[in-house]
C-alpha cells in the first residue's frame, strides 16, 4: 500500500526537567477503508502528521508542573467504487466516471494541558487547566458528485473547548482514604456548509439542469461541570470497597440536563492468585455539541439535498446503569486467566452515523436500550514461550430513534419505533489468538482474528459474514553495533491468505459506503536507538 511512516522519539533528563518529544508522519494508500474487494481502493491517499511533547519541572521531592502538548494534521482522499450509475444531468456536463471523483477531507487536533501536582504527608491534589481545537474540512468534487449524488456539499466543522480540571486524595484515617475533584469545561462548535443541490419537483425528480447553491452557518455551546466524592474503604485484609457519588451538569445551546451519580465496586483478593470484584456505576454522558435544527433542514425543501421529514429533535444526555462482576486467576505453571461480565441499560442511548460521503460521524439516540456481553481471556508464559487466546460475545438492543430522526427513512423509523434493533457496530462474536518465542534477539509470531455479527440491512436486521485473518512476523534485535545502542528489524505480513471480508455493505442504520477489510500486505521495520 506505499506505506511510508518514519517516526523518532527523544526522551531524557536534566537537573530538575524531564522532557520527552516524539513524531510521526505516515503515507499510504489505504487511508480509509476500501469501499470494493479490490486489492488497491481507488483514491485512498492519506498523508499525516503528528507531533507530541512532554515537560515537566520538579521543584522538590514533593511538587512538579508539567506540560503535554500535541498537534495532528491529516489529510484524506474519500475513496471511489467503479461503475456507479449516472443518477442527474447537469448542464454541460458529459461523460463522467464514477472512479474519477476527487472529493478530500483534512482533519486537525490540537491540545495543551497544564498540570501541577503537589504530595503532602496526608494531601495529594493535581490542578490541570486544558485547551483543544479541532477542525475537519471536507472539499467535494463538485461536477461528478452532482451526477453521482446530486448533492455537492463544502464543509467546515471546528470544535474549541477550554476547561480546567481538580484532583485529590486525603488519606483520613488508616483504613479510609478520600478522593474528590471538580471539572468544568466550555466548547463552542461552528458549521459552515456550501452545498450545490438541484431542484425536483412534487414527486422527487430533477426538475432542472442547473445547480443551485444553499449557504448555511450555524453554530452550538456546550458547557459541562462536574464534582465527585468518593471513599476507598479497606474492609478487611484483601477486601476493598470504592464508593462515592458524583454530579454532572449539562447545558447546552439545545439542552439543559443534570443528574446524581451513585458508584460502588467491592474488589476482593482471595488469595495472592485470585481476585474477584462486582460494581455497579450509574452514568451520565452528554453528547458532543452538534446540532442541526429545522431551519437548516428547511432550506433544502424542494431539492436534491430534502431528508424524507424535518423532525430534528435534538439529542439528548444519555442516561444508563452499569454492572461488572469478574474474575482474574494465575495458576503457578505460568497460566492466567480472566472472565468478565457486564449489563448496561440506558436512555436516550447514544449512536454515531456517517449519513454522507465525508467521514464526519452525526451524534443520534435511541429512546432506551441496552448491551450486555461476556470476555474471557487467558496467556500462559514458559521462558521465550508466549501464548495468549480471547473470546468476546455481545449483544445489543435499541428501540425508537428519538433524535436527529431526519437522517433516517420513514419505514426504518416505524420499524424501530416497534421493535428493538441491534445497533450496526455490533461484533456478536469476537476471538483473538496468538504464540510467539523469543530466543537470543530473535522472536517470530503468528495470531489470529475472527469475527462475526456486524449488522447490516435494513434497520440493521441482516448480519455480515465471518471473517477470520491470520498474520505472522519475525524480529531480530542486533547488539553492540558502534556507535548504535541497538538496531531492531522486523518483518509482518497481515492478512497471510489474503482473506477478502466484508465490514460493511453500505447498508445498516448511519452507514453510507460499503467497506473491506485490509487485503494482504508486508511491512518492514527498522529501529534505530542512539
Same mark, same amino acid.
Given at each position: 500500500? $506505499?506505506?511510508?511512516?518514519?517516526?523518532?522519539?527523544?526522551?531524557?533528563?536534566?537537573?530538575?526537567?524531564?522532557?520527552?518529544?516524539?513524531?510521526?508522519?505516515?503515507?499510504?494508500?489505504?487511508?480509509?477503508?476500501?469501499?470494493?474487494?479490490?486489492?488497491?481502493?481507488?483514491?485512498?491517499?492519506?498523508?499525516?502528521?503528528?507531533?507530541?511533547?512532554?515537560?515537566?519541572?520538579?521543584?522538590?521531592?514533593?511538587?512538579?508542573?508539567?506540560?503535554?502538548?500535541?498537534?495532528?494534521?491529516?489529510?484524506?482522499?474519500?475513496?471511489?467504487?467503479?461503475?456507479?450509475?449516472?443518477?442527474?444531468?447537469?448542464?454541460?456536463?458529459?461523460?463522467?466516471?464514477?472512479?474519477?471523483?476527487?472529493?478530500?477531507?483534512?482533519?486537525?487536533?490540537?491540545?495543551? +494541558?497544564?498540570?501541577?501536582?503537589?504530595?503532602?504527608?496526608?494531601?495529594?491534589?493535581?490542578?490541570?487547566?486544558?485547551?483543544?481545537?479541532?477542525?475537519?474540512?471536507?472539499?467535494?468534487?463538485? +461536477?461528478?458528485?452532482?451526477?453521482?449524488?446530486?448533492?455537492?456539499?463544502?464543509?467546515?466543522?471546528?470544535?474549541?473547548?477550554?476547561?480546567?480540571?481538580?484532583?485529590?486524595?486525603?488519606?483520613?484515617?488508616?483504613?479510609?482514604?478520600?478522593?474528590?475533584?471538580?471539572?468544568?469545561?466550555?466548547?463552542?462548535?461552528?458549521?459552515?456548509?456550501?452545498?450545490?443541490?438541484?431542484?425536483?419537483?412534487?414527486?422527487?425528480?430533477?426538475?432542472?439542469?442547473?445547480?443551485?447553491?444553499?449557504?448555511?452557518?450555524?453554530?452550538?455551546?456546550?458547557?459541562?461541570?462536574?464534582?465527585?466524592?468518593?471513599?476507598?474503604?479497606?474492609?478487611?485484609?484483601?477486601?476493598?470497597?470504592?464508593?462515592?457519588?458524583?454530579?454532572?451538569?449539562?447545558?447546552?445551546?439545545?439542552?439543559?440536563?443534570?443528574?446524581?451519580?451513585?458508584?460502588?465496586?467491592?474488589?476482593?483478593?482471595?488469595?495472592?492468585?485470585?481476585?474477584?470484584?462486582?460494581?455497579?456505576?450509574?452514568?451520565?454522558?452528554?453528547?458532543?455539541?452538534?446540532?442541526?435544527?429545522?431551519?437548516?433542514?428547511?432550506?433544502?425543501?424542494?431539492?436534491?439535498?430534502?431528508?424524507?421529514?424535518?423532525?430534528?429533535?435534538?439529542?439528548?444526555?444519555?442516561?444508563? $446503569?452499569?454492572?461488572?462482576?469478574?474474575?482474574?486467576?494465575?495458576?503457578?505453571?505460568?497460566?492466567?486467566?480472566?472472565?468478565?461480565?457486564?449489563?448496561?441499560?440506558?436512555?436516550?442511548?447514544?449512536?454515531?452515523?456517517?449519513?454522507?460521503?465525508?467521514?464526519?460521524?452525526?451524534?443520534?439516540?435511541?429512546?432506551?436500550?441496552?448491551?450486555?456481553?461476556?470476555?474471557?481471556?487467558?496467556?500462559?508464559?514458559?521462558?521465550?514461550?508466549?501464548?495468549?487466546? $480471547?473470546?468476546?460475545?455481545?449483544?445489543?438492543?435499541?428501540?425508537?430513534?428519538?433524535?436527529?430522526?431526519?437522517?433516517?427513512?420513514?419505514?426504518?423509523?416505524?420499524?424501530?419505533?416497534?421493535?428493538?434493533?441491534?445497533?450496526?457496530?455490533?461484533?456478536?462474536?469476537?476471538?483473538?489468538?496468538?504464540?510467539?518465542?523469543?530466543?537470543?534477539?530473535?522472536?517470530?509470531?503468528?495470531?489470529?482474528?475472527?469475527?462475526?455479527?456486524?449488522?447490516?440491512?435494513?434497520?440493521?436486521?441482516?448480519?455480515?459474514?465471518?471473517?477470520?485473518?491470520?498474520?505472522?512476523?519475525?524480529?531480530?534485535?542486533?547488539?553492540?553495533?558502534?556507535?548504535?545502542?541497538?538496531?531492531?528489524?522486523?518483518?509482518?505480513?497481515?492478512?497471510?491468505?489474503?482473506?477478502?471480508?466484508?465490514?460493511?455493505?453500505?447498508?445498516?442504520?448511519?452507514?453510507?459506503?460499503?467497506?473491506?477489510?485490509?487485503?494482504?500486505?508486508?511491512?518492514?521495520?527498522? +529501529?534505530?536507538?542512539?
Amino acid at each position: 500500500y $506505499n506505506t511510508f511512516n518514519p517516526s523518532f522519539q527523544v526522551g531524557g533528563t536534566k537537573g530538575q526537567w524531564e522532557y520527552f518529544v516524539s513524531g510521526s508522519f505516515n503515507r499510504n494508500n489505504i487511508g480509509i477503508e476500501n469501499p470494493t474487494p479490490a486489492f488497491r481502493a481507488t483514491h485512498d491517499v492519506t498523508e499525516q502528521g503528528k507531533a507530541f511533547g512532554y515537560a515537566s519541572y520538579h521543584f522538590d521531592d514533593t511538587s512538579r508542573i508539567s506540560l503535554l502538548t500535541s498537534i495532528s494534521n491529516a489529510n484524506f482522499e474519500i475513496p471511489n467504487a467503479a461503475g456507479l450509475p449516472k443518477l442527474y444531468d447537469i448542464h454541460g456536463v458529459g461523460d463522467v466516471q464514477s472512479q474519477d471523483v476527487n472529493d478530500r477531507q483534512n482533519e486537525q487536533n490540537y491540545y495543551v +494541558v497544564l498540570s501541577y501536582q503537589k504530595t503532602g504527608s496526608k494531601l495529594n491534589y493535581q490542578v490541570s487547566p486544558y485547551f483543544r481545537y479541532g477542525a475537519i474540512n471536507y472539499t467535494p468534487d463538485p +461536477v461528478r458528485d452532482m451526477v453521482f449524488q446530486g448533492v455537492a456539499e463544502k464543509e467546515n466543522n471546528t470544535f474549541t473547548t477550554g476547561g480546567l480540571q481538580f484532583d485529590a486524595s486525603y488519606d483520613a484515617v488508616k483504613a479510609h482514604t478520600i478522593r474528590f475533584g471538580v471539572l468544568g469545561q466550555y466548547t463552542s462548535e461552528t458549521l459552515w456548509t456550501r452545498t450545490d443541490v438541484l431542484p425536483v419537483d412534487e414527486a422527487g425528480f430533477q426538475a432542472s439542469v442547473h445547480p443551485m447553491s444553499i449557504q448555511d452557518n450555524s453554530g452550538n455551546w456546550a458547557a459541562e461541570a462536574g464534582a465527585y466524592l468518593q471513599d476507598e474503604w479497606k474492609l478487611l485484609k484483601g477486601v476493598t470497597l470504592n464508593y462515592g457519588v458524583r454530579y454532572d451538569r449539562f447545558e447546552s445551546s439545545f439542552d439543559h440536563e443534570g443528574q446524581a451519580s451513585p458508584r460502588a465496586n467491592l474488589v476482593w483478593e482471595v488469595d495472592p492468585s485470585t481476585t474477584v470484584h462486582f460494581g455497579y456505576s450509574r452514568y451520565f454522558a452528554p453528547p458532543t455539541a452538534q446540532y442541526i435544527g429545522q431551519a437548516t433542514l428547511l432550506k433544502f425543501a424542494g431539492t436534491t439535498n430534502s431528508p424524507e421529514n424535518f423532525n430534528a429533535t435534538a439529542t439528548k444526555v444519555e442516561r444508563s $446503569n452499569y454492572f461488572d462482576i469478574g474474575l482474574s486467576h494465575r495458576f503457578p505453571q505460568g497460566l492466567s486467566i480472566t472472565v468478565d461480565g457486564f449489563y448496561k441499560q440506558a436512555k436516550n442511548l447514544g449512536d454515531l452515523g456517517q449519513f454522507g460521503r465525508a467521514v464526519i460521524l452525526t451524534p443520534f439516540s435511541y429512546r432506551t436500550g441496552k448491551v450486555y456481553g461476556a470476555e474471557f481471556g487467558g496467556n500462559y508464559h514458559y521462558k521465550g514461550l508466549t501464548v495468549f487466546g $480471547n473470546f468476546s460475545f455481545v449483544n445489543t438492543a435499541a428501540k425508537d430513534v428519538n433524535s436527529a430522526q431526519y437522517q433516517f427513512p420513514a419505514e426504518e423509523l416505524e420499524y424501530i419505533k416497534n421493535h428493538a434493533i441491534k445497533l450496526d457496530h455490533e461484533g456478536e462474536f469476537t476471538s483473538s489468538a496468538g504464540v510467539s518465542y523469543g530466543w537470543a534477539g530473535n522472536k517470530a509470531y503468528v495470531d489470529f482474528l475472527y469475527g462475526y455479527g456486524l449488522r447490516s440491512g435494513f434497520a440493521n436486521t441482516e448480519k455480515q459474514p465471518s471473517y477470520h485473518v491470520i498474520n505472522i512476523g519475525y524480529e531480530h534485535v542486533f547488539r553492540n553495533i558502534r556507535p548504535l545502542k541497538g538496531l531492531k528489524l522486523r518483518v509482518d505480513v497481515t492478512n497471510l491468505f489474503d482473506e477478502r471480508y466484508q465490514i460493511r455493505n453500505g447498508s445498516g442504520l448511519g452507514v453510507f459506503m460499503s467497506q473491506y477489510g485490509q487485503r494482504r500486505a508486508g511491512f518492514l521495520t527498522t +529501529v534505530i536507538q542512539f
